[in-house]
């Protein structure tokens, strides 16, 4: 009978790693244990693994000796690798975003962000990670490994942060006070790590941007700035989040919850910073002064698009047509002119709008709100910019002049619409007629005679109009009001008709 082979080979189940030597074979299986067996004498230490224990026990009699922070190590490549610590020296380089890393296996875990690598997959459910520790952290939701065990109600939880949580739960005696506030802790390390506040010392610091941090967790939050790690990800619209607060603050977008409630006036918000800046509504409070002008603000956004007033900044630019404009609102505004979207629809009548302005004051026809009212005439503007445009007939103001005829209008509009009859343009052609309109009013009234559109409807009697004018025309039918003649005090029903007796007056006049 032959002899069996030798097995060459010995593979691990549960992470399909695959080992030449027996030995090693049975020291990785302790990676999946939860058995620590080697314990050091000198410092109570429990290691999985002897390689661990015996590299530990190098540490503890170590040969190199860094003589800057007097630590040893037992083998020189972790010395000279330590000295980058303080040389800051960083020799691993990202090509695709110019990171640079001082150790090499940091520079490898980074590359996974590039390439989406995720080497560890969860046997159970099939969930992939791009760090050993996320993956073993992400385990004991399986099995059920709960290393943190409170002493109180004997509540186990698999995550120091949820432990320390918990604990704030108990009303109970917190055993170490600090002596400079007063403000008491459950666990030592906390209580050590608030002793930071007090002293200003900040241990953790970055080496690309030189911030530093009092928190190890601070610490490594900040480094997903360079990173780009986003490993909090919401489940329903995939976005994802560098911070945890930043993410289950997200979550109330899909929940519906509004934590913050405004005593005034009972408005509700998802973050509190909206319920912070609301709260000005009431108080008034304008906090961001321009130095220039003087302008206050009681938004910080706002301020700084107000800044660009001065420094004639206009960052954001359309690729399309060039415009460039200073706030961002107002670009994406612009680009739905290329678009041709039109996300705000009117329930009423169907007419929809690209901007939300324009949608909130076509909702005035429909309600008849004219909140504008003119003190010299009596007569009321459901728009703002209708109203400052009327008020130029009492004040005469033209401000708008053309530089080749010297022909002055109180309307851009209007002056814009004059400077055409210089120029001959006519830039909006109709493709089902031919026909050729110099400006935009008058092309979409002009395209409603071929689709039949009427989206100006009477709310009293129902009838219907393809033009604005023809429609607030009609409403006066029902008010009843009228035009007078700020010279004879005449009432007339129409403008036109108020148009025609004053060159009639003016041609009485000239012949007197």
Same mark, same amino acid.
């Given at each position: 009978?032959?002899?069996?082979?030798?097995? /060459?080979?010995?593979?691990?189940?549960?992470?399909?790693?695959?080992?030449?030597?027996?030995?090693?074979?049975?020291?990785?299986?302790?990676?999946?244990?939860e058995e620590t067996p080697h314990?050091?004498?000198?410092?109570?230490?429990?290691?999985?693994?002897?390689?661990?224990?015996?590299?530990?026990?190098?540490?503890?009699?170590?040969?190199?000796? +860094?003589?800057? +922070?007097?630590? /040893?190590?037992? #083998?020189? *490549?972790?010395? &000279?690798?330590?000295?980058?610590?303080?040389?800051?020296?960083?020799?691993?380089?990202?090509?695709?975003?110019? $990171?640079?890393?001082?150790?090499?296996?940091?520079?490898?875990?980074?590359?996974?962000?590039? /390439?989406? =690598?995720?080497?560890?997959?969860? =046997?159970?459910?099939?969930?992939?990670?791009?760090?050993?520790?996320? @993956?073993?952290?992400?385990?004991?939701?399986?099995?059920?490994?709960?290393? @943190?065990?409170?002493?109180?109600?004997?509540?186990?939880?698999?995550?120091?942060?949820? @432990?320390?949580?918990?604990?704030?739960?108990?009303?109970? =005696?917190?055993?170490?006070?600090?002596?400079?506030?007063?403000?008491?802790?459950?666990?030592?390390?906390?209580?050590?790590?608030?002793?930071?506040?007090?002293?200003?010392? &900040?241990?953790?610091?970055?080496?690309?941007?030189?911030?530093?941090?009092?928190?190890?967790?601070?610490?490594?939050?900040?480094?997903?700035?360079?990173?780009?790690?986003?490993?909090?990800?919401?489940?329903?619209?995939?976005?994802?989040?560098?911070?945890? *607060?930043?993410?289950?603050?997200?979550?109330?977008?899909?929940?519906?919850?509004?934590?913050?409630?405004?005593?005034?006036?009972?408005?509700?918000?998802?973050?509190?910073?909206? #319920?912070?800046?609301?709260?000005?509504?009431?108080?008034?409070?304008?906090?961001?002064?321009?130095?220039? +002008?003087? $302008?206050?603000?009681?938004?910080?956004?706002?301020?700084?698009?107000?800044?660009?007033?001065?420094?004639?900044?206009?960052?954001?630019?359309? =690729?399309?047509?060039?415009?460039?404009?200073?706030?961002?609102?107002?670009?994406?505004?612009?680009?739905?002119?290329?678009? !041709?979207? %039109?996300?705000?629809?009117?329930?009423?009548?169907?007419?929809?709008?690209?901007?939300?302005?324009?949608?909130?004051?076509?909702?005035?026809?429909?309600? !008849?709100? &004219?909140?504008?009212?003119?003190?010299?005439?009596?007569?009321?503007?459901?728009?703002?910019?209708?109203?400052?445009?009327?008020?130029?007939?009492?004040?005469?103001? %033209?401000?708008?002049?053309?530089?080749? +005829?010297?022909?002055?209008?109180?309307?851009?509009?209007?002056?814009?619409?004059?400077?055409?009859?210089?120029?001959?343009?006519?830039?909006?052609?109709?493709e089902q007629c031919g026909k050729?309109?110099?400006?935009?009013?008058?092309?979409?009234?002009?395209?409603?005679?071929?689709?039949?559109? %009427?989206?100006?409807?009477?709310?009293?009697? !129902?009838?219907? #109009?393809?033009?604005?004018?023809?429609?607030?025309?009609?409403?006066?039918?029902?008010? !009843?009001?009228?035009?007078?003649?700020?010279?004879?005090?005449?009432?007339?029903?129409?403008?036109?008709?108020?148009?025609?007796?004053?060159?009639?007056?003016?041609?009485?006049?000239?012949?007197?």
């Amino acid at each position: 009978m032959d002899p069996l082979p030798l097995q /060459t080979t010995y593979q691990c189940e549960q992470c399909e790693r695959s080992f030449s030597q027996l030995d090693a074979y049975k020291e990785h299986l302790q990676v999946h244990s939860e058995e620590t067996p080697h314990r050091c004498d000198q410092c109570g230490t429990h290691f999985r693994s002897q390689s661990s224990y015996r590299k530990h026990q190098c540490n503890q009699t170590g040969r190199y000796q +860094c003589d800057q +922070c007097g630590k /040893t190590f037992s #083998y020189l *490549s972790d010395y &000279k690798t330590h000295k980058r610590v303080h040389t800051r020296e960083k020799p691993h380089r990202c090509e695709e975003c110019g $990171n640079r890393f001082r150790f090499l296996s940091d520079y490898k875990i980074h590359q996974r962000i590039h /390439t989406g =690598e995720k080497p560890y997959q969860c =046997e159970q459910c099939g969930k992939n990670f791009n760090r050993l520790c996320n @993956y073993k952290t992400h385990l004991q939701v399986h099995t059920g490994y709960k290393p @943190y065990q409170c002493d109180k109600c004997e509540k186990s939880f698999s995550r120091l942060n949820n @432990y320390r949580a918990h604990l704030e739960t108990h009303p109970g =005696e917190k055993p170490h006070r600090c002596e400079q506030c007063g403000e008491r802790f459950h666990l030592l390390s906390d209580y050590e790590k608030h002793q930071h506040v007090h002293t200003g010392r &900040k241990s953790y610091q970055c080496e690309q941007c030189e911030n530093s941090f009092s928190r190890l967790s601070n610490y490594k939050t900040h480094l997903r700035v360079h990173t780009g790690e986003k490993p909090y990800q919401c489940d329903q619209c995939e976005k994802s989040f560098s911070r945890l *607060s930043n993410y289950k603050t997200h979550l109330r977008v899909h929940t519906g919850e509004k934590p913050y409630k405004c005593e005034c006036c009972e408005k509700s918000f998802h973050f509190i910073s909206n #319920y912070k800046r609301h709260q000005r509504v009431h108080t008034g409070e304008k906090p961001y002064q321009c130095e220039q +002008c003087g $302008n206050c603000f009681s938004v910080l956004s706002s301020y700084k698009d107000h800044l660009r007033v001065h420094t004639g900044e206009k960052p954001h630019q359309c =690729e399309q047509c060039g415009r460039s404009f200073r706030i961002l609102s107002n670009y994406k505004a612009h680009l739905r002119v290329h678009t !041709g979207e %039109k996300p705000y629809q009117c329930a009423q009548c169907g007419a929809s709008f690209s901007l939300l302005s324009n949608y909130k004051y076509h909702q005035r026809v429909h309600t !008849g709100e &004219k909140p504008y009212r003119c003190e010299q005439c009596g007569k009321r503007f459901s728009g703002a910019s209708h109203y400052k445009r009327h008020m130029r007939i009492h004040t005469g103001e %033209k401000p708008y002049r053309c530089e080749q +005829c010297g022909k002055s209008f109180s309307c851009s509009s209007h002056y814009k619409r004059h400077l055409l009859v210089h120029t001959g343009e006519k830039p909006y052609w109709c493709e089902q007629c031919g026909k050729h309109f110099s400006d935009s009013s008058t092309y979409t009234r002009h395209l409603r005679t071929h689709t039949g559109e %009427k989206p100006y409807k009477c709310a009293q009697c !129902g009838k219907q #109009y393809t033009d604005l004018s023809s429609h607030n025309q009609h409403l006066r039918t029902h008010t !009843g009001e009228k035009f007078w003649c700020s010279r004879c005090k005449r009432l007339f029903s129409w403008r036109s008709s108020l148009k025609v007796h004053r060159c009639v007056a003016v041609d009485e006049e000239n012949l007197e």
